[in-house]
């Protein structure tokens, strides 16, 4: 596994570049796992770095998804308000 700086939150194992984050602390009980990692089926880092990006989406939106699944009676902009993004990063601590 050779972390690749050039596509972040990923790495590539035989040619091969995954995406991968961490779960964060409040997620974690909706997880059996402590990180996230998906093949993004490339070998090129150009590739990788616009498959990246779309898993980033769905990655942030499934965390808020069920950020708001866990608290039903409050709003979704109340819950991103209290969990800001942090250079591309959903801060839930």
Do not use: W
């Amino acid at each position: 596994m050779v972390y690749d700086k050039s596509v972040p939150f990923s790495f590539t194992k035989n040619g091969i570049y995954y995406f991968e984050r961490r779960v964060p602390s409040d997620l974690l009980k909706h997880y059996n796992t402590k990180k996230i990692a998906y093949s993004l089926r490339t070998r090129s880092a150009r590739v990788a770095s616009a498959q990246r990006d779309r898993f980033e989406v769905l990655f942030l939106g499934l965390g808020i998804a069920l950020l708001s699944a866990c608290h039903p009676n409050r709003d979704t902009k109340e819950i991103m308000s209290e969990r800001p993004f942090d250079s591309g990063v959903l801060c839930l601590a």
